[in-house]
C-alpha cells in the first residue's frame, strides 16, 4: 500500500503537467472576446452617437428625433408650395411691408429656446403642448415681450410611422375627442393669442375636423395660421365659413440646414412681403437658424417691419378675396 501512494502522486503530477498548457489559450481566448467586445461596444458608441450615418447626412430634410421629443415638421421631396402672391398695389407705396416671422417646434429645447427667445421681440413664439420645457420658455419670452401660439399638432400623411407628439388631433379621433383634445391643449399652452399646425398634411385636408376645430377658435377669440404642410389643404375655406381670423404660411425658411439656404429664404420673405404688403415665415429651433436670424433681423428691419403673427393676420383677414 505504502508503495503504490507514490506512483499514484506521479500519476496526479503527470496529469497536472497536461493541464497547464491549456490555460494559456483559454487566456488568450478571453482576451480576444474582451477585445472583441470593446471594440464592438466602441463602434457601437460611435455610430448611434458621436457620428451619424452618411445617410442621415445627406438627407437634411429627414425629420429630426430625439427620445423624448417628438419629430419636427416632415417634409417630403417638395415642400408644399406657398399660395399665390396676391399683388396689392398700395404696398408698393407709402408703408413698409409687414414681416411676421414665427418659431414653432418650441418646447423640446432649453437652450435653444433660450436664444430663440433672445431675438427681437417682434419674433412669434409657437409652443408644443406638453413640452418639457414649456413653461421656462414661456416665462422668458413673455418677459421679452414675444406673442405666443399654440403649435397644435395634427396627423400628418406619415402617421403612424411619423408621429407628431403628445396632444395631436387624429383623423380616427370622434367629434367629442377631437374637441377635448384641442381644449386640453390649449389648457396647456394657456394665453395664446392663435394656433398654427404641427404637421398635419392629413388633418389640415379635411373638412368636417377642420370645421370643428375652427369653430372651437373662433369661440375664443383666436386666429389660424395654415403651415401649409400640404397643398390640400382645405383650411382657408374653412376659415371663411366660420369667418375665423386666418393667414397661411408664405415661407418655411430652414427645411435645409444650409446657411446660406436660410439666408435666401428670408430674403425670398421680404420680397414676398414687399409684393404682398406682408408674408409670414416659419423657422424652427435650429442652430444655424438662430445663427443666421442674429445676423440677418437688423438687415431685415432696414427694409420690412418684423410684427407679432396677429399683425400680419389681421391684414390678411382684411384682405381675404
Ligand atoms: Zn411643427
Redesign the pocket.
Known sequence: MAKRRPVKSKKKSRRRKKKKPAVFPRIIASLVILVVLVVAAAWLVNFFLLRRPLWLHDRAQAPEKASGRPA??VFTAKVPPPPPVIQRPSARIGHKAKVAIII??MGYDSDLGRRMVNLDKGITISM?PFAPFKRKILVAAREHGHEIML?LPMEPMEYPSVKPGPGALLSSMSPDDLIEQLQRDLADVNGVAGVNN??GSRLTSMDAQMRQIFSILKKRGLFFID?RTTADTVCRPSAQLLKLPFAQRDVFIDHVDDSMFIRNQLKLLVKRAKRQGYAIGIA?PHPKTCEVLEEMIPKLKAEVDLVPASRVVALASAHQP
Open positions: 419636427y415638421e414653432d417646434d408644443l403649435h404641427h404637421m403651415s424652427h
